[in-house]
Nanobody, 112 residues
Framework: QFRLVESGGGRVQAGGSLRLSCAGS????????IAWVRQDFLTNGRDLVA????????DYADSVKGRFTIFRDGAKTAVVLEMTNLKPEDTGTYYC?????WGDGTEVIVAS
């Protein structure tokens, strides 16, 4: 069964950087779109952070434009979310989504 596994979360100070990785148990490139979604710790609301489509299109939430970059790794089995200049409001659990599949999430905490 296909699985997604996120990694790279942690606690950083505001202004710091983290690199999240979403690894698929098989080639992830077969999905038309891979997305990173953030779930708020308090509200449990989920917001789309960034997505990468197979046609090369990349979309970002307005709040992360210029700070986050999404890309597929060369081996085509993982999608990376490079996060820089992190802010406290970036705090949450980050999930990777591909089609009907979701990972278990990785937590990001940005301290002010």
């Amino acid at each position: 069964q296909f699985r997604l596994v996120e990694s790279g979360g942690g606690r950083v100070q505001a202004g710091g950087s983290l690199r999240l990785s979403c690894a698929g148990s098989a080639e992830i490139g077969t999905f038309s779109k891979i997305a990173w979604v953030r779930q708020d710790f308090l509200t449990n609301g989920r917001d789309l952070v960034a997505s990468a489509s197979s046609d090369g299109r990349k979309d970002y939430a307005d709040s992360v434009k210029g700070r986050f970059t999404i890309f597929r790794d060369g081996a085509k089995t993982a999608v990376v979310l490079e996060m820089t200049n992190l802010k406290p409001e970036d705090t949450g659990t980050y999930y990777c989504n591909a089609g009907a599949y979701w990972g278990d999430g990785t937590e990001v905490i940005v301290a002010s």
